[in-house]
């Protein structure tokens, strides 16, 4: 059992549960209705496995760095409960079934897309970014976007232009969602090497980048307003949620600059609830004749 525990933590259940938050919204946009069970259903235990193979790539690769930070210290190469082996075999193993499953399941342009965000996950952004960059996740981050695409993938065989609006939006959130946690484990970061933007620059400049985004992901998610022909719902959730997001963000910014204590996990746990309440928002208002 322990060793059952062990994979399932491999697979970094927290994003993968964040990340099918945004798939099934997206395949209801694009059925504008509800979809096909199976199809919904199939569509997500592929990308619940192509997601968890890429967290499982990424424990093996940052294992070392996960030895030295306090955050980490509990997966399970740190701990032992599994070997590198182990750990290989079961990404590739996982990686690979998901693909062929969306390809019989799904489509190939499905299949496909899951695919991508896995190599960008594993090669660009833990390979070639993290340990070079402190825009590693601003590009590494594409891959957490790539859901919304599979899924309007699986329900069209073609990607819309609402679709890649959605893209947009977790592009720009996942800056404000992951710089936050970088300047409360800055201490973990810095003694790993890895040059997170609040390592290298410090939080004044995380917060005010925070602040650029927040604004960016705000106008994009009303972009889709216009194009999406989004209803009361969406329209209300998007001004009110994205007000509020701005708020926080701007405070944290605010504090910083006046060497203030902050909390720069209110806005970490704060863009997690902006980005299911958008997507909620977009599950419910094409079932609504308003």
Avoid at 196 to 224: D, H, K, P, T
Wanted: with cysteine; glycine share 6%.
């Amino acid at each position: 059992m322990e060793k059952v525990k062990a994979y399932f933590a491999l697979t970094k259940p927290r994003v993968i549960e964040l990340l099918l938050v945004t798939t099934v919204p997206v395949m209801i946009l694009a059925q504008n209705g509800i979809p096909d069970l199976w199809l919904v259903f199939a569509t997500l235990i592929g990308g619940a496995l192509s997601a968890g193979s890429a967290g499982a790539f990424n424990c093996y690769f940052d294992r070392d760095i996960d030895r030295v930070m306090n955050r980490t210290s509990k997966r399970p190469l740190v701990t032992g409960v599994l070997s590198d082996r182990e750990a290989l075999v079961f990404a590739w193993t996982i990686g690979v079934i998901s693909i062929v499953w969306l390809a019989v399941f799904t489509n190939l342009l499905a299949a496909s897309l899951s695919l991508l965000a896995i190599l960008i996950y594993v090669l660009l952004y833990t390979l070639v970014l993290k340990r070079r960059t402190p825009q590693n996740i601003v590009w590494g981050g594409t891959a957490g976007c790539m859901p919304v695409l599979i899924g309007c993938a699986a329900v069209t065989n073609s990607l819309s232009w609402e679709a890649l609006i959605l893209f947009g939006i977790i592009f720009l959130w996942t800056p404000p969602h992951y710089w936050p946690l970088s300047m409360k484990y800055r201490t973990d970061y810095k003694t790993a090497g890895v040059p997170m933007l609040a390592v290298v620059r410090g939080r004044v400049v995380v917060g005010l980048q925070i602040v650029l985004y927040a604004w960016a992901m705000v106008a994009c998610s009303l972009l889709l307003i216009p194009v999406g022909h989004m209803g009361l719902v969406y329209s209300v959730t998007a001004v009110a949620a994205g007000a509020w997001f701005l708020f926080e963000s701007h405070r944290l910014y605010s504090r910083s600059i006046r060497d203030l204590s902050i909390k720069p996990m209110r806005v970490f746990h704060g863009s997690i609830t902006y980005l299911t309440l958008i997507f909620l928002a977009v599950a419910i208002d094409p079932l609504l004749p308003f």
